[in-house]
Structures are given as structure tokens and as C-alpha cells.
């Protein structure tokens, strides 16, 4: 079972309903004794990485975080969710984040190569190019996949599984252990990305990142 985290700051209702047309069983709670139910966990989010951070803090969900999930059970962070996952965002100046994968957060800077401006956020359709044959993206068909964001991480290639390009590279699929993230909306983003979350089901069912014989079928 999977357990989606309330922290006020996530849209639980496109996530949930994913994961109810793909039969995978699922809670929401912002309650720790409740989420340690589950096998694995989706961190959604919406909104600023300053805001987010600190309501982690207060709910006492980072402490969760920290205590149960991280390097013990499957975590998929989704959009902010994802970017939560790393060392520190330059939103609204300098906040430190959970700290789990190597890199900081940063805005696009709105200019191409030639100095011409181009639009953020970056929002829109957008190609996968699969940098590692991973899991996650084991068995996946490359296609398009939703975005909406203003800021990108800038991360190591190791942690990087996929990635799309926005006027730049942007990390896509992230992974260490059993650490996921995903920039864009998997819930939104049509065959390919329920695919994604079905995946990631299956390795919430199995409890490991290291499985080698599992389909998308």
C-alpha cells in the first residue's frame, strides 16, 4: 500500500485518482502512525520550496521522513515533491531540504544561448530521453510527459535517470536507493506516465529497488 503525504502543500486528488484507476491501494494521512501502514510513499507537492520545508517541519512529517522512510522504504517525490528531496532550494533565497539526493534547487534563468528570453515556468509537453536503464523506466515506452515548474535541480549525472530538455537539461527521473523523484505530473501525463506510477507500484509492492523481472504489463 501506498501512502500519500498530507502536508497541506500537494495535490492529493490527481494522485489518489491515478493510483485508483491503476487498483493500487493507497491512503492519505498527515497522521505518522497511520503512513507507517504503508510500503511505500508519494510525496506530492504544489507551491513554494520555503513554504513546503517548513510545514514539514511543524506537521512533523520531516521527522517522519527521516526516521522511517528514508533508505527503508520506496519514497516518489512529485514536481516540489521532488525537489524537496534534495539538499537546498534558491527559492525566495537559500532553504535547506531534506537532504536526500546530492544538488540544489534553481530557477531557470530565462535566456537561450543567443541571450533571448524564453518563457517560465516551463510548462507544456516534453519529451523523456532515458539516461539509465533503471528500474523505474525498465520496460517504458519514451514519450511526452506534463511539466509545470519554474525551478530545475541541478544534481549529478549518477542520480539522474531521465531527463527532458527545456532550453537546458533538465533532470526529469531522479534515483539513489530507494529515492525517487519525478519533475513532472506522472498523474497527468497520459499512458507514459501511468505507466510510471504503475511501476512504481510494483516496487512498493515488492519493497526493493533491486528487482530485476518486473514488466509494465
Known amino acids: 500500500m501506498i501512502g500519500i503525504i498530507d502536508y497541506g502543500m500537494g495535490n492529493l486528488h490527481s494522485v489518489s485518482k491515478a493510483l485508483e484507476r491503476l487498483g493500487i491501494p493507497y491512503l492519505i494521512s498527515d497522521q505518522p502512525v497511520e503512513l507507517n501502514q504503508a510500503t511505500g510513499y508519494i510525496l ?7 513554504d513546503a520545508m517548513a510545514t514539514l517541519e511543524q506537521t512533523g512529517m520531516r521527522s517522519f521522513l527521516d526516521e522511517y ?7 516518489l517525490g512529485i514536481c516540489l515533491g521532488m525537489q524537496l528531496l534534495f539538499q537546498s532550494s534558491k527559492e525566495y533565497g537559500d532553504t535547506s531540504g531534506l537532504g536526500y539526493l546530492p544538488g540544489k534547487v534553481k530557477r531557470f534563468d530565462g535566456f537561450d544561448s543567443k541571450g533571448l528570453p524564453y ?4 510548462m507544456g509537453w516534453n519529451k523523456l530521453c532515458f539516461e539509465k536503464d533503471a528500474l523505474i523506466v525498465k ?8 511539466f509545470v515548474h519554474s525551478f530545475l535541480v541541478n544534481t549529478i549525472d549518477d542520480v539522474i ?3 527532458s530538455d527545456y ?5 526529469a527521473i531522479v534515483q539513489k536507493g530507494s529515492v525517487y523523484g519525478m519533475q513532472f505530473h506522472p498523474e497527468k501525463s497520459g499512458t507514459v506516465g501511468m505507466s510510471l506510477l504503475k511501476r512504481f507500484g510494483q516496487i512498493v509492492e515488492g519493497n526493493s529497488y533491486d528487482l530485476n523481472n518486473l514488466s509494465s504489463d
Open 44 to 50: 506530492p507537492g504544489v507551491g513554494a520550496f520555503p
Open 69 to 75: 522512510v528514508y533508505g527503508k522504504k520506496p519514497l
Open 119 to 122: 518563457k517560465v515556468p516551463h
Open 139 to 146: 520496460d517504458i515506452s519514451v514519450g511526452h510527459v506534463y
Open 161 to 163: 535517470v531521465a531527463s
Open 167 to 171: 532550453y537546458q537539461k533538465v533532470p
